[in-house]
């Protein structure tokens, strides 16, 4: 009876054999049959998970509730920016977005678990300068440009020099002054070490060449509670950070880091008008997933994000919060991130602080 031999190549083949009964052709049949269960086996694995499927799977993204892993203390100004950002996409998606604070370290920490959660989408990373940082700062550093996929740029915002309003510090260059003649005795508070703003303070006092002791605080209620308390007399924080104080007129804002003077503090000078020139820092958040993250998923997180920071109401709440929003598109983002992780390795080394 007739068999069939399978022939190797670029596409399955099947040969028929006229005399099943020549020594080996049976086995040759056997052999045959096995391999093109084998192949078979490949396509439907290749069927499953190819392009169509994945094209699907991108269309049908998110399907079931997010996570977005937050590296600073609830109530900080990134996290309310956040959660006005979690609100939007909760009503875009249809899914439950869900912010979950890890602080400390620079934010490493948030970073890291993002890094090593499952590659799916539904856990991701809001980032910052403060992830540029903590790459140079310290001693086992997370670096983004190797573990993490960068998805899309978000905001960007200044930070204030912020004092008592019953401090002796009517201008920054009363702070100076009082700096330089009581060396060591003055203190800046800030949040957490390796942050932006940590770093924003030591800049200040290394550019200024003052003696001047930086204290970090987890959150940013601590740091206000401190500053009340005059346990320190300068503070170094975004403005959506500090709102609440200066709804109650608890604190005065001294000077603030960007170019120009912003809408929300219209009185408060720059660096440059406070005597302190070459001094702008402008600070920026935006959403990373884990290296093996889906193209598709991040695509589509992007494209939904994007969308949504150009809605004029998210534009103006953001404003209120001391933010501009800035949709950045990944490879613009992953261009950001890698150019402020070379401008604060020099400062840090210039600054001379050690690593942590």
Avoid at 153 to 178: C, H, I, M, N, W
């Amino acid at each position: 009876m007739p068999g069939y031999r399978f022939v190797a190549g670029r596409t399955i083949t099947l040969q028929l054999v006229s005399e099943v009964n020549e020594p080996g052709a049976r086995r040759h049949v056997c052999v045959a049959m096995r391999a093109l269960r084998v192949c078979l086996a490949f396509a439907a694995v290749f069927a499953l998970t190819g392009p169509g499927l994945r094209t699907a799977a991108a269309a049908n993204y998110p399907e079931r509730a997010m996570k977005v892993v937050m590296p600073f203390a609830a109530g900080a100004a990134s996290d309310t920016e956040l959660r006005v950002l979690a609100a939007k996409m909760n009503e875009s998606f249809g899914v439950p977005v869900v912010v979950e604070n890890r602080p400390g370290a620079g934010g490493a920490i948030a970073a890291r678990a993002v890094s090593t959660a499952a590659p799916d989408g539904y856990t991701i990373a809001w980032v910052g300068n403060n992830t540029a940082i903590s790459v140079n700062l310290f001693r086992e550093p997370f670096d983004p440009r190797k573990e993490m996929r960068p998805i899309v740029g978000v905001s960007e915002f200044p930070y204030l020099f912020v004092a008592s309003d019953k401090s002796p510090y009517r201008t920054l260059q009363d702070f100076v002054q009082a700096a330089r003649e009581r060396p060591g005795t003055l203190k800046i508070g800030t949040s957490s070490a390796g942050t932006s703003n940590n770093l924003t303070a030591y800049l200040f006092a290394s550019k200024l060449q003052l003696k001047v002791t930086v204290v970090p605080y987890r959150g940013p209620s601590e740091l206000q509670v401190a500053m009340l308390r005059n346990d320190i007399d300068l503070v170094v924080n975004a403005y959506g950070g500090l709102q609440s104080a200066f709804q109650t007129n608890q604190i005065r804002a001294l000077a603030v880091t960007s170019a120009q003077r912003i809408p929300e503090l219209p009185d408060t000078p720059t660096m440059a008008e406070q005597g302190v020139p070459d001094f702008e820092i402008t600070s920026w958040n935006g959403l990373y997933g884990p290296k093996a993250m889906p193209a598709e998923a991040a695509d589509v997180l992007a494209s939904r994000v994007t969308e949504i920071l150009k809605q004029s109401e998210i534009v103006a709440k953001f404003k209120t919060l001391g933010f501009d929003a800035r949709p950045l598109a990944a490879d613009q983002f992953d261009q950001r991130m890698r150019t402020e992780i070379e401008r604060w390795r020099e400062v840090i080394e210039t600054a001379g602080i050690e690593k942590q």
